[in-house]
């Protein structure tokens, strides 16, 4: 199982971060698994975004769910993630996780960064 | 700060065992047994050591163990070597809204 995360390094404040996980060796709508996003800012810890299962059910962080939109686009074995009206505290690496079976993360992207700047 | 409390920094010598504690709540690490570990190298992705308390992913080296006793959970590097260091965070779910609840993560010095 493989999962890459693409997706513009650079976004500008107040505008909406993109990015989409690719997913190989597995099928996002398995059934199986949820799917996550993780972030971690530079020198810092892990923080959980948000996840989506293969129905479409999402579970965001509080913290974030007002500004947070993770979809899924099972023709292209994908899932994607919006976060609006971002600030510089947004910066950070970006990874995309396999989310199961259980309560743990086996398969993670390689990360990607994204800097909040204008 | 952090949901789960972890000590910020661990040292050892090559051979040498070390604990590293993931301290939590009744909600999370002491409600449930789905406390993962996680070791990231600096630029990498985190790698999956330890789920489910004490069970160890295919291929993970017999040297990692992980516990519980109440609400702090703990990994545990046997024989550290060179490669171990790196940065350890802790997972655990939790009956509350965030669904996960993270460590604040510790970094391991192998002397």
């Known amino acids: 199982v493989q999962l890459q995360e693409s997706g513009p390094g650079l976004v500008k404040p107040s505008q909406t971060l993109s990015l989409t996980c690719s997913v190989s060796g597995d099928s996002v709508d398995s059934g199986l698994n949820y799917w996550s996003w993780i972030r971690q800012p530079a020198g810092k810890g892990l923080e959980w975004i948000g996840r989506?299962?293969?129905?479409?059910?999402?579970n965001y962080n509080p913290s974030l769910r007002s500004r947070v939109t993770i979809s899924m686009d099972t023709s292209k074995n994908q899932f994607s993630l919006k976060l609006n009206s971002v600030t510089a505290a947004d910066t950070a690496v970006y990874y995309c996780a396999r989310d199961g079976p259980g309560y743990f993360f086996l398969y993670w992207g390689p990360g990607t960064l994204v800097s909040v700047s204008s | 700060q952090s949901a789960l409390t972890q000590p910020a920094s661990m040292s050892g010598s090559p051979g040498q065992s070390i604990t590293i504690s993931c301290t939590g709540t009744s909600s999370d690490i002491g409600g449930h047994d789905y406390v993962s570990w996680y070791q990231q190298h600096p630029g990498k992705a985190p790698k999956l050591l330890i789920y489910?308390?004490?069970n160890r992913p295919s291929g993970v080296s017999a040297r990692f163990s992980g516990s519980k006793s109440g609400n702090t959970a703990s990994l545990t590097i046997s024989g550290l070597q060179a490669e171990d260091d790196a940065d350890y965070y802790c997972i655990s779910y939790t009956s509350g809204s965030t669904y996960m609840v993270f460590g604040g993560g510790t970094k391991l010095t192998v002397l």
């Open positions: 989506i299962y293969t129905s479409g059910v999402t």
């Open positions: 489910e308390v004490s």
